[in-house]
């Protein structure tokens, strides 16, 4: 998941809600501004019915879409291929994009819907929150109006930054600008103690790196070194647009480079902050002042306004050390520097003509994509980033009806019996742990589709004609949010991801599954689908969310979502030596020439994918027994099985956005999803017929759930 709003200065946590799908994966890169416009999703028309979709109209009697089947692939060859060869072939990557799969299909018919609404409030303003979003998208979409500003919503920020004198007077601008949304140096907000998952304390993580991760600054390949030059050009010419001499935009993106290579090599890299141990330091205030002690946390935690707090978790506290070490070593232009190009960053997307075609030169550098995405989609996209329970509440409204909520409970409840049968069954776990792990399954929630109480906008102020000032406040206001959290209990109704949204998660701290009404269609959940195609689709997403609960992750916690050791050590050791049997295999896979996947990265969501299918499995199982299904489209129930799960995962990408995921994303290719699974599945060798050797037949087969 990825994912919208959540960016790593809100939920500082390092133990992330696990998606279904890295949400940076569906429109931009994690470095851009664009980090706002991320979230999305999807249909067409205006009927106030539940639509019928594109994806609905071009299956077939079972559910499967026979057109996106290369019937000349072999399946027990490259099942994916199989499953996937028509689709890929007929939908090249749109210009726009440096990614499109079945997730982006789905989501650009989403936005089409979030289109008409939003659109439709704009032109009629009685309704304060509808005014709201018309507002919001209204300032976003007048490029001639923020064309004339030039960067003089930025003159504020930039005066404070001027104005510093010393590093000790960093606290405070560093505060007013983090509370605008800003990325520099850290980040802050609030997050369940991992250790008592009941109650909400302020965390710091690290942070404020303009490209999307540690590696990228440390790697000596070739790739890497041409990035980073790029990078440094990008930033110089951003602080061109805005004001500086030539020669002050290159010493200064020179500095930004050296400031940002010193936070990388302290950052903790992607594989260990998936380890809770690693990223839970719980300290005193005064403990945290220690390690750095030139920065004014009085005067940080005043600036952005935080109730007062006596301790917090500091995730990262090595890096901590080395921001304090960069504040006192850099030159004060270089922080300077750094600090304005943050800014243009943040706001890039809201600035002139110049600033946003720039910012999509480094964009296209990093991902591949060729054209810029329409305004329209852009806008779209923030004001449900901003805004998104008011226009989910609408959303909701015309698209997903009690009906969807019911079929889709039924069918948790489906794969929640499959994991306690699955559990029970298993050999490789003593009674002792067992039990614990049935009384975790048990207390699983599970939220479908939307949130029982809508979040209240009331005191966020939305301005027609003020793009950027629309920005900051809604991130001022998300901050302020968070951090008025802080000493009470956590409120797991909440959402980490708008309705609209075409993905799922797995909250950890919360012990809770969530679906949001913009997956709940096909191909994911289709309502005209049989069950062998649904059981494998639906079934194995519900699955997969359910078994991040007991991945490698997931497995930490306990059933209320402590960060606790519930395993009898043989049966963690068991556990252990099956994962390891996971990340060996996808550590084999190469998404392109010279890059392999990084197996201990993707291992959670590996072995989520592999449990989710196999409780699809179990769950289809159960479903037909006595009533066996009949072959149609010409295939068996057991192949329509996992040709539904093999179709979800159709994509196709560019070289460069390939490669960045790999560095970057939990999530496997979907090629991999594909074959990594079906290859440990025997049930799928004996269905297409697949002999010993084939590539679809891993021996050993790897299986943890
Ligand atoms: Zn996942």
Known sequence: MNRHRICPWVLPAAIAALSLQSASAQQQPTTTPNFKLQTSNSQQTTSHEPRATAAQAATSASGIELAALDRAANACADFYQFTCGGWAASHPLPADRPRYGRFDELQERNNQILREIIERAAAKSADPDARKIGDYYASCMDEAAIDSKGVTPLKEDFDRIAAAARPSDLAPIVAALHLKGARMFFGFGSTPDLKNSSSVIAGLAQGGLGLPDRDYYLKE???????????VQHVARMLVLAGDTEARAIAGAQGVMRI???LAKSALDLVSRRQPAKVYHKMTVAELAAITPVFDWPAYFRGVNVPPIDSLNVSEPEFMKSVNEVMTA?????LKAYMRWHVLELNAELLPKE???ENFAFTQALTGAKEQRPRWKRCVDSTNGDLGEIVGKTYVAETFGAEGKERTLRMVQAIERALNRDIQQIT????ETKKQAAVKLKAVANKIGYPDKWRDYSALRIVRGDAVGNSVRANAFELQRQLAKIGKPVDKTEWLMTPPTVNAYYNPQENNINFPAGILQPPFFNKAADDAVNFGAAGAVVGHELTHGFDDQGRQFDAAGNLRDWWTPADGKAFEERATCVANQYGGYSPLEGVKLNGRLTLG??????????????????????KPLASSDGFTPEQRFFIGWGQMWCENKSDQFARMLANVDPHSPGR?????VVSNFPEFQKAFGCQAGAPMVNDP?????
């Open 221 to 231: 390949d070739a790739n890497s070194l041409k990035l980073r030059d790029q990078y």
């Open 260 to 262: 940002e290579t010193a």
């Open 330 to 334: 850099s030159p004060l232009d270089d």
């Open 355 to 357: 600033f946003r075609d």
């Open 428 to 431: 490789w776990m003593s009674d």
């Open 605 to 626: 969501e590996n072995v989520a994918d592999n449990g989710g299918l196999r409780l699809g499995w179990m769950a289809l199982m159960d479903a037909v027994a006595g």
């Open 672 to 676: 991999f999803r594909v074959n990594g």
């Open 701 to 705: 087969a790897c299986r943890v759930w």
